[in-house]
């Protein structure tokens, strides 16, 4: 394929991504958009695109710091083919909750686009190289296409065995495969060189919490935090593990943080919910419990149930909607 054919195809995509509904796109659900920008997430899906701006803007007047419209506001800049105003977006959403998953999401989406001149010259001039091959990875796992991630990052390794990056890429791309021991041999050589990587804790902490270890599992959430300390994702995970390993009370305090940190991340309600039943304190779990009926929008509580016990901590992909209805 040509060049320039390329390239046009992999911005397409990228655009399609920026621009798909707001219902639909990709990254993983932690979070729920609160019901005032419902309405410009609604123009988004419709495709208008200034319009949706402009009601995201309205909500930044009065709340500059709300995550989910700076999100909204940078997609619609992106469809709008303001990109460097789009970055400028996403890195403001990020500045306000560092690891919100959406703005990563998009902003990673966005570079793509940004650097796909240098992208191109880099195939070009050595299609071989290990960064060519991680590149590719990194846009078949941006595709969802994890074999083909797969193969592309472990060319990658053969080429450049020491690269933090692919290492903790094949880890994170085996372990939401379900692949732990897979995940936890690329962590392990990951750790041996950067023992302190919020990613390889943090990762290493999941497969094990997974895998039921969950001694191990808090010590790697720890010492992730000690890292970090603002990270929800870390502070939700130490409170599951917590809270599977019967110390209830330890995981609150934990629980508590991350749903402080993130007001609509689901599984954290749902687990200091629980909680709080364990500790007796009903009022408080009555109330956080409404929190959770708020954010999944009227499904009913065995579903909730459910799907919190499968993945307590948000590491699958959501399921692909169902295909439209043949009209022949």
């Known amino acids: 394929m040509r060049p320039r054919i390329r390239r046009a195809l992999a911005v397409a995509l990228a655009l399609a991504i920026l621009a798909a509904p707001v219902a639909s796109a990709p990254p993983p659900p932690r979070t729920a958009p609160?019901?005032?920008?419902?309405?410009?997430?609604?123009a988004f899906d419709r495709g208008d695109y200034a319009g949706a701006l402009a009601l995201a803007r309205q909500?930044?007047?009065?709340?500059?710091?709300?995550?989910?419209?700076?999100?909204?506001?940078?997609?619609a800049q992106a469809a709008l083919g303001r990109f460097d105003d789009a970055y400028q977006g996403f890195r403001k959403a990020l500045s306000v909750q560092r690891g919100n998953t959406d703005a990563l999401y998009y902003l990673s989406i966005l570079g793509g686009v940004l650097a796909q001149g240098e992208y191109e010259r880099l195939l070009a001039q050595a299609p071989d190289s290990p960064r060519a091959h991680q590149l590719r990875g990194d846009l078949h796992a941006a595709q969802q296409q994890p074999a083909e991630a797969e193969a592309e990052y472990k060319a990658?390794?053969?080429?450049?065995?020491?690269?933090?990056?692919?290492?903790?890429a094949l880890?994170?791309?085996?372990?939401?495969?379900?692949?732990?021991?897979?995940?936890?041999g690329y962590y392990a050589?990951?750790?041996?060189?950067?023992?302190?990587?919020?990613?390889?804790?943090?990762?290493?902490?999941?497969c094990r919490s997974y895998r039921q270890e969950y001694a191990p599992a808090i010590q790697s959430f720890?010492?992730?935090?000690?890292?970090?300390?603002?990270?929800?994702?870390?502070?939700?995970?130490?409170?599951?593990?917590?809270?599977?390993?019967?110390?209830?009370?330890?995981?609150?305090?934990e629980l508590e943080a991350a749903a402080k940190?993130?007001?609509?991340m689901l599984q954290a309600q749902y687990l200091l919910g629980r909680a709080y039943r364990l500790l007796g304190r009903t009022q408080d779990a009555e109330a956080v419990f409404a929190r959770v009926q708020k954010l999944v929008q009227g499904q009913a509580?065995?579903?909730?149930d459910a799907a919190q016990a499968s993945d307590p901590l948000g590491e699958k992909a959501p399921a692909e909607p169902p295909p439209p209805p043949d009209p022949h």
């Open 34 to 42: 609160p019901p005032e920008v419902s309405t410009a997430a609604r």
């Open 59 to 75: 909500r930044l007047r009065s709340l500059p710091r709300d995550t989910a419209a700076l999100v909204l506001a940078g997609r």
């Open 156 to 168: 990658a390794l053969e080429g450049a065995p020491g690269s933090l990056e692919v290492l903790i």
């Open 171 to 184: 880890g994170d791309l085996t372990r939401r495969q379900s692949r732990f021991e897979d995940a936890l």
């Open 189 to 206: 050589r990951a750790a041996e060189i950067a023992p302190r990587d919020y990613d390889v804790l943090y990762g290493t902490g999941v």
């Open 222 to 253: 720890r010492e992730a935090l000690r890292v970090d300390p603002a990270s929800a994702p870390a502070h939700l995970a130490l409170g599951h593990a917590l809270l599977q390993s019967g110390q209830a009370a330890a995981a609150v305090p």
């Open 261 to 264: 940190l993130e007001p609509r």
């Open 301 to 304: 509580a065995s579903e909730v």
